[in-house]
T-cell receptor, first 111, second 116 residues
Framework: EDQVTQSPEALRLQEGESSSLNCSYT??????LFWYRQDPGKGPEFLFT???AGEEKEKERLKATLTKKESFLHITAPKPEDSATYLCAVPISGNTGKLIFGQGTTLQVKP | GAVVSQHPSRVICKSGTSVKIECRSLDFQATTMFWYRQFPKQSLMLMATSNEGSKATYEQGVEKDKFLINHASLTLSTLTVTSAHPEDSSFYIC????????????FGPGTRLLVL
């Protein structure tokens, strides 16, 4: 059964305190892993797509990495504006285009 | 870019009325559009998948006669909540993908529906 699990559920950091968010997945035939950022009351904002183990992508203070079983979203020297819920998702088995989402990690960065 | 818009952003209606929500891909052609519902502090729940020119595919437990979806063009999909009731109050979000092997979904900003 396809499954996506994110941890931790919530994370509080001080400004400048680097950390990582985890996304573990179980799916047959990975066709991409997606990271999104969601602010309260808004739709998810696309961050990254990773396709193969070993791939890395960066955007400002964020770096996403991928292995055969999990993905990490590394946040370097976070700022309060990085506070949001971070969602990861993978396409479900079968070519429907549907995504299965993790429950998200809510990040709070305090000044 | 890949910009998706939704209209309206917020709607308040009386119980029993119907509400239409529009989802547009502004700078790309969306072969497939998706409609989600999100409850407070929960993740996204897929309601239905629509491909341009064909009938929407609804997820288990989603009433197709309650939530009418039309995907008339490659840039527009609409969700109509018919005879809305207070329990339909929620945050509705659409997403769009280019299809043809490109599975990245780009999300709209969401529509907050409140049924009184």
């Amino acid at each position: 059964e396809d499954q996506v699990t994110q941890s931790p559920e919530a994370l509080r950091l001080q400004e400048g305190e680097s950390s990582s968010l985890n996304c573990s997945y179980t799916v047959s035939g990975l066709r991409g892993l997606f990271w999104y950022r969601q602010d309260p009351g808004k739709g998810p904002e696309f961050l990254f797509t990773l396709y193969s183990a070993g791939e890395e992508k960066e955007k400002e203070r964020l770096k996403a990495t991928l292995t055969k079983k999990e993905s990490f979203l590394h946040i370097t020297a976070p700022k309060p504006e990085d506070s949001a819920t971070y969602l990861c998702a993978v396409p479900i088995s079968g070519n429907t285009g549907k995504l299965i989402f993790g429950q998200g990690t809510t990040l709070q960065v305090k000044p | 870019g890949a910009v998706v818009s939704q209209h309206p952003s917020r709607v308040i209606c009386k119980s029993g009325t119907s509400v239409k929500i529009e989802c547009r891909s502004l700078d790309f052609q969306a072969t497939t559009m998706f409609w989600y519902r999100q409850f407070p502090k929960q993740s996204l729940m897929l309601m239905a998948t629509s491909n341009e020119g064909s009938k929407a595919t609804y997820e288990q437990g989603v009433e197709k006669d309650k939530f009418l979806i039309n995907h008339a063009s490659l840039t527009l999909s609409t969700l109509t909540v018919t005879s809305a009731h207070p329990e339909d109050s929620s945050f509705y979000i659409c997403s769009a993908s280019r299809g043809a092997g490109q599975e990245t979904q780009y999300f709209g900003p969401g529509t907050r529906l409140l049924v009184l």
